[in-house]
């Protein structure tokens, strides 16, 4: 009688089984990844440690002698920096805010459902994608006291070019309505990320729609308003077109941004130039990682919440 006999040279394929040949997936992927990472290393680091390196000299044409940090005290003892750095701190504070509000209202308005929003968007996102030098241009020229369109809608007498209060409000206001549509299109995706079953369930409940707006819609946007300021912020700190194009390197309106190139271009200093773009270069960098820091705060809470339930 013959006996059936079982095959045991062949490996058992069950889950718990795993036959590995070389390299895991892990491994792999960090070595494909490794010279695409090395060459954006390069790329982005390279600029930044030059700049560092030129800030400790002080050149003069085709010479230059190595000063240490004297560079950056030069830099804490100028009133120029610390005007530009209060002319920087106005413009952020302000453009931000208002294109925040402003975009936000936006964001809601295309996020409803009526006829022609499709229409209402691309008229909204219009201005973001007008080249930034040439919207400075046309609203210097629009607040130009000659021909004054700005005065004449305004029914006013005011010098925008001149006085350095004026064109700070017209350089905001020239911002706001260059970079709000983008806030607004960051707040979108964060809009229709939200389910509608909380508005509906709310809506049972008898919440209002500020009620609404206040316990649903700005909790749950959270996250987005976070990456919108944080771009904005970012950007807006190291403004340099509009304020360029109003009063190129006037110290009444220079930016921290502005400063920094008068010494590279208009009055070549090349180290003490550096020696600003390093201090912005710091700026910018600190309130990013604040910005950073506080986005993950908000992620590890969030998801600790969700474990708990």
Excluded: C
């Excluded at 000299?57 to 940090?69: D, L, Q």
């Amino acid at each position: 009688m013959a006996t059936a006999t079982r095959d045991t040279g062949t490996p058992e394929r069950g889950r718990g089984a795993h036959i590995r040949h070389g390299l895991g997936e892990r491994a792999m992927g960090r070595i494909f990844l490794t010279p695409s990472f090395a060459f954006m290393a390069v790329i982005a680091l390279f600029p930044v440690f030059y700049a560092v390196l030129m800030s400790l000299y002080r050149i003069r044409g085709f010479t230059r002698e190595f000063v240490g940090i004297d560079n950056y005290l030069q830099a804490l003892s100028d009133p120029g920096f610390y005007n530009a750095a209060l002319n920087t701190l106005v413009f952020t504070v302000a453009s931000v805010s208002l294109e925040f509000v402003i975009g936000l209202g936006f964001a809601l308005i295309m996020h409803q459902a009526f006829v022609g929003r499709g229409l209402t968007r691309a008229v909204i996102l219009v201005p973001w994608v007008i080249p930034t030098a040439v919207a400075a241009q046309v609203w210097r020229y629009m607040f130009d006291h000659n021909p004054g369109f700005v005065n004449a809608v305004l029914g006013a007498d005011i010098n925008w070019l001149r006085d350095p209060a004026w064109s700070m409000a017209g350089i905001i206001a020239a911002d706001v309505w260059k970079t709000a549509p983008f806030v607004a299109l960051l707040l979108l995706a964060g809009l229709q990320t939200i389910p509608r079953d909380y508005y509906e369930a709310a809506k049972v409940d008898g919440a209002g729609v500020l009620q609404r707006f206040w316990s649903i819609t700005l909790p749950l946007l959270r996250p987005a308003i976070v990456v919108a300021l944080l771009f904005r912020t970012v950007d807006a700190l190291r403004m340099f077109d509009f304020a360029y194009v109003f009063a190129g390197y006037s110290n009444s309106l220079a930016t921290l941004s502005v400063y920094a190139q008068r010494f590279l271009v208009a009055e070549p200093q090349l180290g003490y130039a550096n020696a600003l773009s390093t201090v912005t270069f710091v700026i910018v960098m600190l309130v990013g990682l604040a910005f950073i820091s506080r986005m993950g705060r908000h992620m590890v809470g969030e998801t600790a919440r969700e474990v708990k339930r």
